[in-house]
């Protein structure tokens, strides 16, 4: 399939224009940032077992502290884990996330399915798919306005060498998005190998 990259990078910009007047405000409840948190922490263990990280998941979900949405998640993150790498169980998920998503609906389901877009847009980054990433990544961006769902955007627009225009979008959130965001943003341009090559840039 072919892409249009220059009308992904309009919309992408299009989008950018927005943020400057409107952002959510809505997240994720403490009890459930917890728990994400927790799986976190195991996956930055080296010798972490994805089984035992798989069953914690599912035992928060069980008791009530993991909706199944985010539990998907969650699984979805352990499976695109580069130690783990089961892009069939990836795929999967997603699909099977985005269906728990539009059968929750709700005020967040926006939200929820930008996550949807974001894991699919993992899976094809990982994978080398970098065009049909950045379809997915922009497609987040647009539902959900986050520092991530942004940054995943730049990292994405830098593997396709376009850095010009991911510095582009990166100065224009420097001089134009709320406070927080940009802090976030920087952390991430700071941390991120991905975003190498726009590290040492200036604002």
């Known amino acids: 399939m072919s892409i ?5 990078i309009d919309r992408i910009t299009g989008v950018v224009d927005r943020l400057a007047y409107f952002t959510p405000s809505d997240h994720i409840d403490r009890e459930q940032r917890g728990v994400l948190a927790a799986v ?10 994805p089984d035992d990280v798989r069953e914690f998941i599912r035992d928060e979900e069980a008791s009530g ?16 884990h580069p130690a783990v790498a089961e892009w069939e169980e990836a795929a999967r998920l997603a699909g099977e996330q985005e269906l728990a998503a539009l059968e929750r609906g709700g005020p967040r389901l926006e939200v929820n399915l930008a996550s949807v877009d974001r894991h699919r847009g993992v899976l094809a980054f990982m ?9 997915h990544f922009a497609r987040a961006l647009e539902r959900y306005r986050s520092p991530e769902n942004f940054t ?3 990292a994405t627009l830098l593997r396709l060498g376009e850095e010009r225009e991911a510095l582009a979008l990166l100065n ?7 406070p927080d965001f ?14 190498a090559l726009i590290r040492t840039e200036n604002p």
Do not use: I, K, W
Not at 172 to 178: E, L, T, V
């Open 182 to 195: 940009v802090a976030a943003v920087e952390r991430s341009v700071a941390s991120d190998p991905d975003l």
């Open 65 to 80: 502290r993991l909706d199944r949405v985010h539990a998907l998640s969650a699984l979805h993150v352990v499976a695109c």
């Open 172 to 178: 224009q959130a420097r001089r134009s998005f709320p």
């Open 152 to 154: 995943n955007v730049l």
């Open 127 to 135: 994978r080398g798919h970098y065009g049909m990433a950045l379809d």
């Open 4 to 8: 249009d990259y220059q009308s992904l």
């Open 40 to 49: 976190e922490r195991q996956l930055s263990n080296p010798e972490f077992d």
